[in-house]
C-alpha cells in the first residue's frame, strides 16, 4: 500500500471500490481476522467465530455502547457467509423502506439462494406498524434480523 489514503490490495478488499468513503469507512474490518477484541468469541475455535464460518445461525442481538463495531461485525457476518448486508435505522425508516428490504431480500432468496441480513440500529424505536410489517418475514425466514438496541435506554 503506497497511502493510507489509496485502496488496500488485499483479498478481502480486491472486490470493492471505496473511493469517496471517510477514512473511518475504509479502515473498517473486512473479515474476522481483521476484527480486534472479542477473541472469548470470536478466536480461532470459538462459538461466535465457528457459528459464523459453519453459517449455523439465526438472528442476532448485539448489545454496546456507540462505535464498538456492531455493524462491523454483522457486515463482517454477511461477508463471511456470503450473505446480502442490508441495514435500517429504527428512528429514520418507514414501513415502506421495511417493505422494499423484505422484498428484494425475497427477490435475493428466490433467484440466487443468497440469506439476506437484515441490521436494524435502534430497534427498540419500531412503532407498531413497523413492528407488524417485519414480524412475518422474519417467521418465515425471507431474512435474517441482526439488531442493536441501544443500552443508552436501559434503566
Sequence with gaps: MDSLFAPDDSPSHELESH????????M????LSEIAGQSHILA???????????DRFTSLIFYGPPGTGKTTLANVIARTTGSRFESLNGVESNVAEIRAKI????????????????????????????????????????????????PRDRG
Design 44 to 54: 480461532e475455535g470459538k462459538l461466535l467465530r465457528r457459528a459464523i464460518e459453519a
Design 103 to 150: 422484498e428484494a431480500a425475497r427477490t435475493y432468496q428466490t433467484l440466487r439462494d443468497q440469506t439476506t441480513i437484515l441490521f436494524i440500529d435502534e430497534i427498540h424505536r419500531f412503532n407498531k406498524a413497523q413492528q407488524d410489517t417485519l414480524l412475518p418475514h422474519l417467521e418465515r425466514g425471507t431474512c435474517l434480523l441482526y439488531t442493536s438496541p441501544s
Design 19 to 26: 473511493h469517496g468513503e471517510p477514512l473511518a469507512a475504509r
Design 28 to 31: 473498517r474490518p473486512r473479515s
